[in-house]
Structure formats: structure tokens, C-alpha cells
T-cell receptor, first 116, second 109 residues
Framework: GAVVSQHPSWVICKSGTSVKIECRSL??????MFWYRQFPKQSLMLMAT?????????EQGVEKDKFLINHASLTLSTLTVTSAHPEDSSFYIC????????????FGPGTRLTVT | GQNIDQPTEMTATEGAIVQINCTYQ??????LFWYQQHAGEAPTFLSY??LDGLEEKGRFSSFLSRSKGYSYLLLKELQMKDSASYLC??????????WGAGTKLIIKP
């Protein structure tokens, strides 16, 4: 149990366009979802935390108008990278909390974004 | 500030034992996690410690000393598939995970 999916698994887009990434908890209700970014050979960097039905809380340095997060239901959160630039190219990973334990985060498989 | 320290890289031999250390200084403590991450993939959960002591799970064990701000992940009977990065993370008083930079483990035949 406790499976999290992400779609797409990889995407290539042109500079200036927007990209939406979906994160779904398949067999549990995710009260909280997290969005991370990971550059090559670096650790995970938390971008934002979202609770269902409320606005996301962004980490310092993360532009909320550029990275739009919507957590409309207990099983779906979306991250939209608006007006993407090459420096936004990264591995984006979502995780969800709310399974059988109160502490464990279940990670999605990640989305590799390449902006050309 | 909050800080998680773990070695950048370690090398071990197939069939051997390796211990990956993690020290932390955080605002509050609600548990320490170890995750495994293969290149190009998302992290997968290995262990969770919130009380002092050793938790054993098959070939992997995790130890915690809260008074010392210290944990280690012990991997026994190493296999080539254990080559990965191992991430130490601490859940702080706000239930946020503070991540270490990860330890890249290289297994040699």
C-alpha cells in the first residue's frame, strides 16, 4: 500500500512555456503533500508543503508565482512551472503523508523536466 | 540553524558490512529517517527511529542516540544493488523533514 504516482515521468519543453506535473496518492488519502526539487548530485530541496484545500506554504527563495501548487483533493496535488527557463531543468519529486503512519512520507517516482 | 551531516561518499566491498553515520542539530526532534535513492529515481523509505537504540530490518539496521544527535545506518552482506545514495533526514518540531546531502555508497566486487 501507500503508492504515490507522478505524471509525466519526464518532459521536455521550450523556454517560456508552462508545464504541469501531477502527483496522486493511489491508495490512501494524503492530508499533506510535499514538492521537492533535486539538482544532479545534490540532496532534495523542499519547495513547498500543501494541505488539502488550503494554500501551499513555500520555502524561502521559492517563487510562489512561478511554481503554482494546487492541492484540490486528498489524492491529487499539481505543480505548475510557469514561464519555464533552462535553469528550472531539474528532477521534481512529490511526496505524500497520510498513510498508515503519521510520520512517513511516501515518494512519487519523480518527474525529470528539461527546458530547452 | 538546522544541520544534518553525513559523509559524501563511501566505498565498500560486496559481502562486507558498512556503517553510514549521520549527526544532526535541529529545532526539535520528531524522528530520524533513512532513505535509499538510486540514481535518477525517487527516495525509498528504509527506516524510522524516534527512540534511542537499534532497529533491525533484515540486512539493514539503524541506530539512534538522541542525546548525542547521532544515528547510523548499518548495511550487512552488501550486494551490488546496494550501490546508491543514502539520505538521512530528521523531522523537526514543525514535522518538517530536514535532509542531509546524502552519502553515495559505492560497492566493489
Amino acid at each position: 500500500g501507500a503508492v504515490v504516482s507522478q505524471h509525466p515521468s519526464w518532459v521536455i519543453c521550450k523556454s517560456g512555456t508552462s508545464v504541469k506535473i501531477e502527483c496522486r496518492s493511489l491508495d490512501f488519502q494524503a492530508t499533506t503533500m510535499f514538492w521537492y526539487r533535486q539538482f544532479p548530485k545534490q540532496s532534495l530541496m523542499l519547495m513547498a508543503t500543501s494541505n488539502e484545500g488550503s494554500k501551499a506554504t513555500y520555502e524561502q527563495g521559492v517563487e510562489k508565482d512561478k511554481f503554482l501548487i494546487n492541492h484540490a483533493s486528498l489524492t491529487l496535488s499539481t505543480l505548475t512551472v510557469t514561464s519555464a527557463h533552462p535553469e528550472d531543468s531539474s528532477f521534481y519529486i512529490c511526496s505524500a503523508r497520510g498513510g498508515t503512519t503519521h510520520y512517513e512520507q511516501y515518494f512519487g517516482p519523480g518527474t525529470r523536466l528539461t527546458v530547452t | 540553524g538546522q544541520n544534518i551531516d553525513q559523509p559524501t561518499e563511501m566505498t565498500a566491498t560486496e559481502g562486507a558490512i558498512v556503517q553510514i553515520n549521520c549527526t544532526y542539530q535541529t529545532s526539535g526532534f520528531n524522528g530520524l529517517f533513512w532513505y535509499q535513492q538510486h540514481a535518477g529515481e525517487a527516495p525509498t523509505f528504509l527506516s524510522y527511529n524516534v527512540l534511542d537504540g537499534l532497529e533491525e530490518k533484515g540486512r539493514f539496521s539503524s541506530f539512534l542516540s538522541r542525546s548525542k544527535g547521532y544515528s547510523y545506518l548499518l548495511l550487512k552482506e552488501l550486494q551490488m544493488k546496494d550501490s546508491a545514495s543514502y539520505l538521512c533526514a530528521v523531522m523537526d518540531s514543525n514535522y518538517q523533514l530536514i535532509w542531509g546531502a546524502g552519502t553515495k555508497l559505492i560497492i566493489k566486487p
